[in-house]
């Protein structure tokens, strides 16, 4: 990855993360039984081909990760390649209350694997609102 690539990915991802940046504007886009799904539609960007979103899982009943954080939402900033149909999770964060609220304990910067889109799944119901 270029040096301004990386630059830009990374003030991108500072934007995302600021508190502020939870703000208004979540669009909510499926659920289940376990989670409800939303994406932030005020700070996604789309520069060509690629496209950054943060995707908000609101959890329906607590969780607890292994360092005994309990937690209520993650959130997930994505990237896409559109014309590929593929994404990967830049970075996750854990939330003690609902809709990215409260305390965060853990933030990680993780750059996933591409995986491809499945048409018919959850993440084909993001992708075409990111990449539309």
Request: charged fraction near 25%; hydrophobic fraction near 40%; charge should be neutral.
């Amino acid at each position: 990855m270029t040096i301004l690539i990386r630059s830009l990915l990374l003030a991108f991802l500072y934007c995302l993360c600021s508190q502020a940046a939870w703000a208004e504007g979540w669009i909510r886009y499926a659920d289940n039984d376990k989670v409800d799904m939303y994406f932030d539609s005020f700070h996604k960007r789309k520069m060509g081909d690629t496209a950054f979103v943060w995707d908000l899982h609101d959890l329906k009943s607590p969780a607890k990760r292994s360092n005994e954080f309990v937690y209520k939402s993650v959130g997930y900033a994505v990237e896409y390649q559109c014309r590929a149909m593929k994404r990967r999770v830049l970075a996750i964060k854990w939330y003690s209350d609902k809709m990215g609220e409260g305390k965060q304990q853990v933030e990680e910067g993780v750059v996933g694997d591409w995986v491809m889109i499945t048409p018919g799944s959850i993440e084909k119901l993001l992708f075409d609102h990111i990449c539309e």
